[in-house]
């Protein structure tokens, strides 16, 4: 046994760590995709990581991603949630925000309060594609009317976008940056959104901190270790299935990210190994795409979209997380049948670690806004 010089941490590894289930390596077509974890060590006996997670590689690898042009797009929540008989409203920036289908089962956006007198659309039905204003029966099919102008939309298969060039202020792009993801048909996806006193910032800085993964999340993630940056000549991991047309290059942001190895638990020492690269396409976007072992392709999206302030003036933001999940394991196959019954559980872990995290933004926002930050 050895303990840290520092932090007195006794270790079964002269470096405090625990023996790994197994070196993260491309996976083989129908092996079993659990491991167990050998020579686990207790929560508060694995290997620190506050030296590696310096606060100043952190910021600037969130300066960075604050650099790369987003075209004014912002996430508004999950296609699924936009229906044919109401709208799906969000207050963005402090602008509210309707998008629901139109006659022909196309998308439609634009300003969620009704010109005639202020009503606020996202509480009106949609009648065979008109948007009916529920104080006075104003209809709004989708085109200029009275003041009311719609705004651009996007519709990205799992996710709407809304664009915003008064609220952006950057120069406008026809689409938003959207990560290449699996092919949907042999995909399983969900979507989870939950709401933080924070700004998109905190919310991008956490996911950009993946050294806290272990310490802060220790129900889902084990022998965490980030093994480098993400430079465009070390890319050499695979992406998953692509959509028809996508470009096997380099996207925003893949040249600079985090490379982790990490263990997800699933029950007492059984664990899954894989290994994840982080990287921020745009500033309000992180993505975590799982490059070696089970799953790999698939991709954990995290958007935040700033809604505006509370009644205290506090900032607020939403976090709009996509999960696409895929396999080249033949019984996938069944757990995409299951989808329905999936997409509830999916959403309930990214919402236990979402609680966790929401918390660790808030945090940082307060410290923040108090002038408490650490540098």
């Known amino acids: 046994m050895s303990s840290d010089p520092v932090d007195g941490r006794p270790g079964d590894r002269s470096d405090g760590t625990s023996r790994p289930a197994r070196p993260v390596r491309p996976d083989r077509r129908g092996r079993f995709p659990l491991s167990v974890r050998r020579n686990a060590v207790d929560w508060e ?46 207050t963005i920036a402090g602008q509210e925000v309707v998008v629901w289908r139109g006659a022909t089962g196309e998308l439609v956006a634009g300003p969620g309060v009704c010109p005639h007198l202020g009503a606020p659309l996202r509480d009106s039905p949609v009648s065979c594609g008109t948007l009916v204003c529920h104080w ?38 026809a689409a938003p940056v959207v990560p290449v993801r699996p092919a949907p048909a042999g995909a399983v996806s969900a979507v989870y959104v939950g709401v933080g006193t924070c700004e998109p910032e905190d919310v991008v800085a956490n996911r950009l901190d993946p050294w806290h993964g272990a310490w802060f999340h220790p129900y889902s993630f084990v022998d ?6 993400v430079t465009a000549k070390r890319r050499d991991e695979g992406g998953g299935n692509r959509e028809p047309g996508a470009s096997d290059g380099a996207g925003p942001g893949d040249e600079d990210g985090f490379t982790v190895d990490v263990s997800f638990k699933v029950a007492g020492r059984l664990v899954v190994p894989v290994r994840a690269v982080f990287t921020a396409p745009e500033p309000r976007t ?6 070696r072992g089970e799953g790999a392709g698939s991709v954990v999206e995290t958007h935040a979209t700033p809604l505006g302030t509370d009644e205290h003036g506090r900032p607020r933001t939403a976090v709009v997380e996509a999960v696409v999940a895929a ?45 408490r930050f650490p540098g």
């Open 45 to 90: 006996r694995q290997r620190p990581t506050w030296r590696e997670a310096r606060p100043a590689v952190i910021a600037d690898a969130l300066k960075r991603a604050q650099t790369r042009p987003s075209g004014n797009w912002y996430v508004v929540g999950a296609t699924r949630d936009v229906r044919d008989d109401r709208p799906l409203g969000r």
């Open 136 to 173: 006075h029966g104003l209809g709004l099919r989708g085109t200029a009317f009275a003041g009311w102008e719609p705004l651009p939309v996007h519709d990205d298969g799992l996710l709407v976008w809304v664009r915003l060039d008064d609220v952006g202020g950057e120069p406008p792009l």
């Open 224 to 229: 965490l270790t980030v093994v480098s940056p």
């Open 286 to 291: 992180v993505l975590m795409r799982i490059t």
């Open 327 to 371: 396999s080249d394991r033949p019984g996938f196959a069944v757990a995409r049948r299951m989808t329905p019954l999936l997409r509830p559980l999916m959403r309930a872990a990214a919402g236990r670690l979402w609680r966790d995290d929401l918390a660790y933004a808030e945090r940082r926002w307060l410290l923040r806004s108090t002038g």
